[in-house]
């Protein structure tokens, strides 16, 4: 079973930055497509960003796109999430996850599929962006 962990979460001023993590453990993520989701208390998931299992296709929210960089490291089975110029609508908790093996497309994220076609989810962690 795969499980992911997120950290690097916290508060940052307005226009500040911060980098998320995810360490996967149990299963390795070398064929997997891999995202990063945000979630407030009674709205709807959105998908972030997602990048291919070998890193050569990414995808980005347009409320994302230019600030926030999705990268990863198969070897060291890591997923990060670079978030420069942060304004406070970017205050949510954010969720790394992962497809099922040899999913690595991110064919649901594109599409916009039920769960955006992920089947593992970590905890998440919780971004606050103060003005």
């Known amino acids: 079973q795969l499980q992911l962990v997120e950290s690097g979460g916290g508060s940052v001023q307005a226009g500040g930055s911060l980098k998320l993590s995810c360490v996967a453990s149990?299963?390795?993520?070398?064929?997997?497509?891999m995202g990063w989701f945000r979630q407030a208390p009674g709205k709807e998931r959105e998908g972030v960003a997602s990048?291919?299992?070998?890193?050569?296709?990414?995808l980005y929210a347009d409320s994302v796109k230019g600030r926030f960089t999705i990268s990863r490291d198969n070897a060291k089975n890591m997923l990060y999430l670079q978030m420069n110029n942060l304004k406070p609508e970017d205050t949510d908790t954010y969720y790394c996850?992962?497809?099922?093996?040899?999913?690595?497309?991110?064919?649901?994220?594109?599409?916009?599929?039920?769960?955006?076609?992920?089947?593992?989810w970590g905890k998440g962690i919780l971004v606050t962006i103060s003005s």
């Open positions: 149990g299963r390795t993520i070398n064929s997997r497509c």
């Open positions: 990048m291919s299992y070998d890193g050569t296709l990414t």
């Open positions: 996850a992962a497809t099922v093996a040899y999913a690595g497309g991110c064919d649901g994220f594109r599409d916009g599929r039920e769960n955006y076609g992920m089947a593992y």
